[in-house]
């Protein structure tokens, strides 16, 4: 069963699969903001089991569909751009930027008001430190900790090797 909250403004290019959340005065589906590209609504897929707490924000794909995969757990004020690809089970704490067409690795978690550059790929079981800035330039290795502004390795992420999930 899906719950989407009576505030929340979902465009028509988007699919939600079942037992999904969709909090309150989120926004699903808004055209890319990529100059040029606004007219390119390619729409947005949210996968089974996914949570949306509240203000979340996702915008169409313009080349391609904005993919949130299954079980993934975004948090309020959180901002997926357009083309964006999260894989499996990812966690998206508060406050966090991802833009366009950035990749999200299995696993992975992202703490609060991080930012990830667009077109960059983050590996499967990662953890992204509270207000972390991942650029084009950080090297990224999967199961790993990253912290700091810009980001900096920091450790490896042997919780469960996560992107073995």
Same mark, same amino acid.
């Given at each position: 069963?899906?719950?989407?909250?009576?505030?929340?403004?979902?465009?028509?290019?988007?699919?939600?699969?079942?037992?999904?959340?969709?909090?309150?005065?989120?926004?699903?589906?808004?055209?890319?903001?990529?100059?040029?590209?606004?007219?390119?609504? &390619?729409?947005? *897929? @949210?996968?089974?089991?996914?949570? $949306?707490?509240?203000? %979340? !924000? #996702?915008?169409? =794909?313009?080349?391609?569909?904005?993919?949130?995969?299954?079980?993934?757990?975004?948090? &309020?004020?959180? *901002? @997926?751009?357009?083309?964006?690809? $999260?894989?499996?089970? %990812? !966690? #998206?704490?508060? =406050?966090?930027?991802?833009?366009?067409?950035?990749?999200?690795?299995?696993?992975?978690?992202?703490?609060?008001?991080?930012?990830?550059?667009?077109?960059?790929?983050?590996?499967?079981?990662?953890?992204? =430190?509270?207000?972390?800035?991942?650029?084009?330039?950080?090297?990224?290795?999967?199961?790993?900790?990253?912290?700091?502004?810009?980001?900096?390795?920091?450790?490896?992420?042997?919780?469960?090797?996560?992107?073995?999930?």
């Amino acid at each position: 069963m899906k719950i989407i909250h009576e505030t929340a403004i979902i465009y028509p290019n988007v699919i939600i699969e079942d037992d999904v959340y969709i909090g309150p005065y989120c926004v699903i589906g808004a055209p890319p903001e990529w100059k040029g590209k606004e007219s390119n609504s &390619k729409g947005v *897929y @949210i996968g089974q089991g996914t949570r $949306l707490t509240g203000f %979340v !924000t #996702i915008d169409s =794909g313009a080349e391609g569909v904005t993919y949130i995969g299954k079980n993934c757990y975004i948090m &309020k004020h959180t *901002y @997926i751009a357009h083309d964006c690809y $999260l894989r499996d089970n %990812v !966690t #998206i704490s508060a =406050g966090v930027c991802l833009a366009g067409m950035v990749e999200i690795g299995k696993g992975t978690n992202i703490g609060m008001n991080a930012s990830v550059h667009q077109k960059v790929s983050v590996p499967g079981g990662c953890m992204i =430190g509270m207000g972390t800035v991942i650029t084009k330039k950080t090297r990224l290795q999967s199961d790993s900790k990253y912290a700091g502004v810009p980001a900096k390795y920091i450790g490896s992420n042997d919780r469960n090797h996560l992107s073995q999930l």
